[in-house]
């Protein structure tokens, strides 16, 4: 069975693929759509360089228009320039960001990746010492219990010992007293002789 982080990880590496399955297209039509609008800008900066040749009339600079009149294209191109130049700078800087934020990301999902395998093998090494420190334990068991019956098997021994010695001791005893009332009965038999031999 997979460990959950592979499968993770995994399922990130896919959606990855899918989302920049179409990355080719994006940009193709990002290029496009800037090719686009910096033709159109230089259309328009054509059109208002030619609607303001030397045969147009050159209006006095102290006749202003009346604010009914509305904005100057010239005001509008200008406006539009100002917002295209403003939109290719946020398109550069959001672009740099995201190019920073993949690389931070692929980093951080290699390190996530090597964190897993890491994990993966500490877990399995912990399982490892657990199952050894359970046979260890399993078998200081066993040796205590075959201690405890060491034990009991020298002190039956010891108890067996003390009642032969005691039960050599009496024998011992009885024996000499056996032997000391022999010993007088020979002595009393053998003078009773030397005393019969004295008068025949």
Known sequence: MAHWREEYAAALATRDRREKANVVIYNAYTQLADRTASAVVTSNTQSAAQRSTP?????????????????????????TRADLAEAQRSRSELQERLARATTELERLRKRNNQDG????????????????????????????KLLEGF??????????????????????????????????????????MNDAYKFS
């Open 55 to 79: 045969s147009t009339p050159i209006a006095d600079p102290r006749q202003q228009p009346s604010p009914a009149s509305g904005p100057f294209p010239q005001d509008i191109l200008s406006a």
């Open 117 to 144: 395998r890491r994990i993966y093998s500490m877990e399995g090494e912990i399982t490892h010492l657990q199952l050894r420190l359970k046979d260890r334990d399993e078998e200081l068991r066993e040796k205590a």
């Open 151 to 192: 034990q009991d098997e020298i002190a039956t021994f010891e108890l067996q010992l003390n009642m032969a010695e005691e039960r050599s001791n009496r024998l011992q005893k009885e024996n000499q007293e056996l032997v000391d009332r022999w010993m007088a009965r020979m002595g009393k038999e053998a003078d009773a």
